[in-house]
């Protein structure tokens, strides 16, 4: 099946600091990336929608001003959180969809290992 | 209402036994839909895709009701390794084909 890499798996940073994890579809081409943030014992919440060559598109509630997206290429994209607060630790998953397959299907999506981010 | 309700759980149930899950999803332009199943601290992983007509894979089933928005996963002869949050997941279509995404319920297998 497709894998999707991200790095790092796991980082610490101080409070202030900015944090950038990379998301890589490693063996199929990816126009659409998707960045997901999970809180502990809640479900995974959609952040933005990463697009190659064009804007992200943010959800409701999430600012784009302090998650940077980058889609550069067909194969990564990365987001940057910016004056990182201890209020953003959390578990973040990339996924992406495979430019080959029909939208929809049933593995339209594929997901990253995910980043466990904890802002000290 | 929230978009996709799963029942809340833990089940906590043993080796062997039958375990059902159910859940509801209010998009009625729902166009697809998934169990994930997700070991704590990982990504979550497909487990099966949900059809009208009911699909099987080995000891899963999963049933699809589009008219009363409600999809089921149903496990027999649990194992200690089918431990783990299950996920509910409804792909709302468009142009971007969000996944969205329930809560998860936790299941552990005791011997």
């Known amino acids: 099946g497709a894998v999707v890499s991200q790095h790092p798996s796991r980082v610490i940073c101080k409070s202030g600091t900015s944090v950038k994890i990379e998301c890589r579809s490693l063996?199929?081409?990816?126009?659409?990336m998707f960045w997901y943030r999970q809180f502990p014992k809640k479900s995974l919440m959609l952040m933005a929608t990463?697009?190659?060559?064009?804007?992200?598109?943010?959800e409701q509630g999430v600012e784009k001003d302090k998650f940077l997206i980058n889609h550069a290429s067909l194969t990564l994209s990365t987001l940057t959180v910016t004056s990182a607060h201890p209020e953003d630790s959390s578990f973040y998953i990339c996924?992406?969809?495979?430019?080959?397959?029909?939208?929809?299907?049933?593995?339209?999506?594929?997901f990253g290992p995910g980043t466990r981010l904890t802002v000290t | 209402r929230k978009e996709v309700e799963q029942d809340p759980g833990p089940f906590n149930v043993p080796e062997g036994a039958t375990v059902a899950f159910n859940c509801t999803y209010s998009?009625?332009?729902?166009?697809?839909f998934f169990w994930y199943r997700q070991d704590c601290r990982k990504e979550p992983k497909l487990l099966m895709s949900?059809?009208?007509s009911g699909n099987e894979d080995g000891r899963f089933t999963a049933q699809l009701n589009r008219a009363s928005q409600y999809i089921s996963l149903l496990i027999r002869d649990s194992k200690l390794s089918d431990s783990a949050t299950y996920l509910c997941?409804?792909?709302?279509?468009?142009?971007?084909?969000?996944?969205?995404f329930g809560k998860g319920t936790k299941l552990s297998v005791k011997p």
């Open positions: 996924s992406a969809r495979d430019n080959g397959r029909l939208a929809g299907g049933p593995h339209e999506q594929y």
């Open positions: 063996d199929f081409q990816a126009t659409t």
């Open positions: 990463s697009n190659e060559g064009s804007k992200a598109t943010y």
């Open positions: 998009n009625s332009a729902s166009q697809s």
């Open positions: 949900v059809y009208s």
């Open positions: 997941v409804v792909n709302i279509g468009g142009s971007q084909g969000n996944l969205i």
